[in-house]
């Protein structure tokens, strides 16, 4: 398949239809998987799938549309209904596309080597066996990707790229005996990751599995905040490194093309200004397994510094978002994103909190427009005296997320580095849990 020559048809068959700029991203993606179901190998397969993404704009209207059908006469009939779809939809002349953007990546493996695959998902199986014989993996998989994408504009870019990678993940649940001897389940827990070089290190060591996995066993036996600790109170939280991307993923929106457009972004107006706790150092590398360094509005993702010790240094809108705000356009790829480590080990970090949690994930929706939020602290454990105890249940935090990010106070020395975004431990102080 001549993926190029698709992406060029397409971009005539818009032309043909009078649009006055157009953008075609084809791409073909192989995978090959080896699944784990109820802790048990059980399937080996092979797919391949592709997809043409087509945008069409006509005086400042814009229509897009998804193809798996690659045929001239299918993409000859999609310019045409793009063309029908734009006449309905608002005028906007924020809407363009990217002229005059070239690069070419090609990173990772790009054939699947069987044997590590297999490896890999006997190394999880064993571990499991060994540490966590209660821990059921419900569903995992080791897989090797191949993906291959060629963008063009009307305006002359040409973005390709063709990247291989490995990836890992488990789900599960752990079942084990309660204080009164009925069995008990666990809640369920998730990881996994992407990685370059399978090899390099046990599967079960890498993206927080072993941990996570160890956790569900003791994740059986759950008690509330009134049984822990007596009632409501304001205490600290340690963010997993998962938690912590939930964390930044939220200031990263609130630097996006929606809260900038929308005018509900607590930091427009803060590049330059400290908006978080000088311990955070947050950079983006477009170059993590299974990312090319492009925009999906089709340019090149240059590096870039979000919080330089707590600074906000730049706010990332996309093409649109510049033109329609008048903001500085800084193009982003669709992940790779790290926190620096610091320099308190984490064992420090939780002898350090007298009274709070430990937090596997945040469960906080959206929070209101000035940052307030009420959620549920998902697969977390009490700390009492700078000791990790039971786990909790039916737990609530309230706070501030941009409070949250000034409050940061420690953080660890470890990281965990699932591909898509590298993160430490975090520990948060002053937040009211119930």
Not at 295 to 307: E, K, R, T
Request: glycine fraction near 12%; charge should be negative; proline fraction near 5%.
């Amino acid at each position: 398949m001549n993926l190029q020559h698709i992406a060029e048809q397409a971009l005539a068959a818009l032309k043909n239809e009078g649009a006055d700029a157009s953008q075609a991203t084809v791409s073909t993606s192989a995978l090959t998987e080896l699944n784990i179901t109820h802790s048990e190998p059980s399937l080996l397969r092979s797919t391949q799938s592709h997809k043409l993404s087509l945008v069409g704009i006509w005086d400042g209207r814009k229509a897009s549309t998804d193809l798996s059908d690659l045929s001239p006469e299918s993409l000859t009939a999609a310019a045409r209904a793009l063309r029908g779809d734009a006449a309905a939809a608002p005028q906007d002349t924020a809407h363009a596309v990217s002229s005059g953007q070239h690069t070419a990546i090609t990173r990772g493996p790009l054939e699947a080597d069987l044997t590590a695959l297999a490896d890999a998902a006997h190394n999880i199986l064993d571990f499991r066996t060994k540490a966590t014989p209660t821990m059921n993996i419900e569903e995992g998989a080791v897989s090797h990707t191949r993906a291959d994408t060629q963008m063009l504009t009307s305006g002359g870019s040409h973005l390709q790229s063709t990247l291989g990678w490995y990836g890992v993940s488990v789900f599960g649940t752990a079942r084990g005996p309660g204080p009164d001897g009925q069995v008990r389940t666990s809640s369920f827990n998730y990881t996994g990751g992407e990685t370059e070089d399978l090899g390099a290190a046990p599967a079960s060591s890498r993206f927080g599995i072993a941990d996570m996995m160890r956790e569900l066993t003791r994740s059986v036996v759950t008690q509330g905040v009134a049984e822990c600790f007596g009632g409501k109170f304001v205490g600290d939280v340690v963010l997993t490194p998962m938690a912590v991307a939930t964390l930044l993923g939220w200031l990263q929106g609130q630097v996006s093309d929606m809260a900038l457009i929308s005018g509900s972004s607590m930091y427009r107006d803060k590049v330059g200004e400290v908006v978080a706790s000088p311990l955070l150092n947050l950079s983006s590398r477009f170059d993590a397994p299974g990312i090319a360094a492009l925009s999906g509005d089709a340019f090149v993702a240059p590096p870039l510094q979000l919080l330089q010790a707590g600074r906000l240094q730049t706010l990332i809108p996309s093409l649109y978002g510049s033109r329609k705000t008048g903001l500085p356009h800084v193009p982003t790829a669709s992940g790779g994103w790290e926190l620096a480590a610091g320099t308190t080990p984490l064992a420090d970090i939780l002898r350090g909190v007298p009274r709070g949690a430990v937090v596997g994930r945040l469960s906080m929706g959206n929070p209101a427009a000035n940052g307030d939020f009420s959620g549920i602290i998902k697969n977390s454990f009490a700390i009492d005296g700078g000791l990790v105890g039971t786990a909790l249940s039916e737990t609530m935090i309230n706070g501030n997320v941009a409070q949250m990010l000034r409050d940061v106070v420690a953080v660890s020395t470890e990281r965990i580095d699932t591909g898509g975004w590298c993160m430490p431990w975090v520990r948060v102080s002053g937040l009211h849990f119930s």
